[in-house]
């Protein structure tokens, strides 16, 4: 029987997060909607995401998408970008702010690791010491929210943060922990020793799920007030990289550059690599999105939002950036082009990444001039 039913799949990015409705009959596009993701910003730049938003604006998405395609919806799944979470208390209270992925607060943290405890680290769970991941935004929040002594409180990332609102259900999905650097890589379950390292109490990681997993079924009362007619089951994806190399069907032996805002190259084997070379040259390992094979992942701070960069800072219209890159692309194909035209861009404005990660590393663009056209500018970035 043909099956005549509906999914909604939310992908929650760092600049934009996209509703997708699917028709589960031949996987075919039945609507989009799209939105900025949220976000707070303060003078010191420090950036958090801004969690209850996002959750208001995607139930008035997930609304219309009902209310307006053919097909009943049974089926929702998230993905999402990593690292990015807050603690939540048995009562239902998110304590915490969510702390962009990129944000620098749990920097000073770093210091306090020796070389023999970040090797450690990099054995259990196959990350170079980084302050981007989950454990550094946990110690950071524990502290300056005085959270220690809390016996009530579970760390959710994004997604999951999504997911307990729309199921109840408190859980983490396994190529997220991978991002946290409490996640012992090789036997995919939680390490004492690696959130001890870290300061992190070990009674604040939710319950592990495998990407697809159903995670939990939409409550009765959310049901209602998005006009869905019968029981909804949720599921987590996963990691967004990771999720898309799975949607492209890819294979050990494949290499896959994921570019949105951030710019990644990824790798699957059937054993994390944790040796010598790749602890040097701080590679990243991961669990997959299909819950079998194993990710390893080279990444750039900068790749998609360099255009939004240059787009803010040289205050140009989106019109002006589509022209631009159009004659970019018709100057790009002629027979006398040549790089030399085009001005260097170094992408790091927010720092490096491997085999030199460096957080306080500096963007450059080099090759201005008083003619320089704005398709050339955008050709560079």
């Not at 702010?97 to 450690?120: H, I």
């Not at 259900?169 to 870290?198: H, P, V």
Request: net charge negative.
């Amino acid at each position: 029987m043909p099956d005549y039913h509906a999914a909604l799949v939310i992908d929650i990015g760092t600049t934009n997060c996209k509703v997708s409705c699917y028709s589960c009959h031949d996987a075919s596009v039945l609507e989009v909607r799209k939105f900025p993701t949220p976000t707070i910003s303060s003078d010191k730049g420090e950036v958090d995401f801004d969690i209850e938003a996002l959750w208001q604006a995607l139930r008035l998405v997930m609304a219309e998408l009902v209310a307006s395609v053919p097909f009943p919806v049974k089926n929702i799944s998230i993905a999402s970008f990593g690292e990015s979470g807050v603690f939540v208390d048995k009562e239902g209270v998110i304590l915490t702010p969510m702390l962009a992925w990129y944000d620098r607060r749990g920097e000073s943290y770093l210091s306090s690791l020796s070389k023999a405890e970040a090797e450690e680290l990099y054995s259990i769970t196959g990350l170079p010491p980084h302050s981007n991941y989950s454990a550094f935004k946990m110690r950071w929040l524990l502290d300056n929210y005085s959270l220690h002594e809390r016996k009530d409180i579970c760390w959710l990332h994004a997604p999951e943060v999504l997911l307990w609102r729309m199921t109840g259900a408190k859980k983490t999905e396994i190529s997220l922990a991978s991002r946290t650097l409490c996640l012992d890589i090789a036997r995919r379950t939680w390490s004492r020793n690696a959130a001890g390292i870290l300061g992190i109490p070990f009674g604040v990681l939710a319950p592990l799920i495998k990407p697809g997993e159903v995670a939990g079924w939409v409550t009765a009362t959310l049901r209602q007030e998005l006009g869905l007619p019968h029981e909804v089951k949720v599921t987590l994806a996963g990691h967004d990289h990771m999720v898309g190399a799975r949607a492209l069907q890819m294979q050990p032996g494949d290499v896959l550059n994921s570019t949105g805002t951030t710019e990644g190259i990824l790798l699957l084997n059937t054993q994390p690599t944790l040796d010598v070379q790749a602890r040097r040259d701080k590679l990243a390992n991961g669990c997959y999105s299909d819950g079998e094979f194993f990710t390893l992942f080279a990444s750039l701070p900068v790749g998609g939002y360099a255009l939004e960069w240059v787009k803010k800072t040289f205050r140009l219209t989106d019109k002006e950036i589509s022209t631009g890159l159009e004659k970019a692309m018709e100057q790009y194909l002629k027979p006398s082009w040549s790089v030399e035209h085009v001005p260097v861009f170094i992408p790091h404005l927010r720092g490096s990444g491997s085999p030199n990660k460096n957080r306080h590393t500096r963007g450059l663009l080099f090759g201005l001039t008083d003619s320089l056209p704005p398709e050339s500018l955008l050709e560079s970035v």
